[in-house]
T-cell receptor, first 112, second 119 residues
Framework: DVKVTQSSRYLVKRTGEKVFLECVQDMDHENMFWYRQDPGLGLRLIYFSYDVKMKEKGDIPEGYSVSREKKERFSLILESASTNQTSMYLC???????????FGSGTRLTVV | AQKITQTQPGMFVQEKEAVTLDCTYDTSDPSYGLFWYKQPSSGEMIFLIYQGSYDQQNATEGRYSLNFQKARKSANLVISASQLGDSAMYFCAMREGVPLSGGSYIPTFGRGTSLIVHP
């Protein structure tokens, strides 16, 4: 089975801190995705990457950046965390035609 | 306009009864796919079921079935014989268009329905 691993389940950071959320997949997938999930808003795409060093903005990229230096790792970066970035962050790997995404278990980030 | 609409923010069902979670979609692409995911309180997104636009029969996976009505653009999830462990958020999603290099699509998700199963 494909595994997508997010390094932290829970994070608490202070306003203004630089925050790194890490995601690693073990199946050599080219495509990886970062979503943000908020109550009543569903999943919103922040950034995606279709290959190493290649990235594209999703629907809500403001305040975020990403890094894909190796195929297996896709990092989401909050350059200067703000309280409105308190949310659940989900990483996913390769949305196939019939099988859908494989998701990580999510990181609940609280910015205080 | 939303591409995926889930009109029920919350649903309640008695254990062992069936429940239908609604999903309508909007696309002009003749080739598309519809998905349902379950998200328990632990946060993990679990893939449940898939329906392709050209599939003639409704998809079924164990207690889950997808009531696909193409003309009405609806893809409702039916859970038969509800169990307490079915309490979770449920998301409908759609993929359409052409895939990225690497084979992925970029799906659109609905806002979710919270299902609570009562004993």
């Amino acid at each position: 089975d494909v595994k997508v691993t997010q390094s932290s389940r829970y994070l608490v950071k202070r306003t203004g801190e630089k925050v790194f959320l890490e995601c690693v997949q073990d199946m050599d997938h080219e495509n990886m995705f970062w979503y943000r999930q908020d109550p009543g808003l569903g999943l919103r795409l922040i950034y995606f990457s279709y290959d190493v060093k290649m990235k594209e903005k999703g629907d809500i990229p403001e305040g975020y950046s990403v890094s894909r230096e190796k195929k297996e790792r896709f990092s989401l970066i909050l350059e200067s965390a703000s309280t409105n970035q308190t949310s659940m962050y989900l990483c996913a790997s390769r949305f196939q035609g019939e099988g859908g995404y494989t998701f990580g278990s999510g990181t609940r980030l609280t910015v205080v | 306009a939303q591409k995926i609409t889930q009109t029920q923010p919350g649903m309640f069902v008695q254990e062992k009864e069936a429940v239908t979670l609604d999903c309508t979609y909007d696309t002009s692409d003749p080739s598309y796919g519809l998905f349902w995911y379950k998200q328990p309180s632990s946060g993990e997104m679990i893939f449940l079921i898939y329906q392709g636009s050209y599939d003639q029969q409704n998809a079924t996976e164990g207690r889950y079935s997808l009531n696909f009505q193409k003309a009405r653009k609806s893809a409702n999830l039916v859970i038969s014989a509800s169990q307490l462990g079915d309490s979770a958020m449920y998301f409908c999603a759609m993929r359409e268009g052409v895939p990225l290099s690497g084979g992925s699509y970029i799906p659109t998700f609905g806002r979710g329905t919270s299902l609570i199963v009562h004993p």
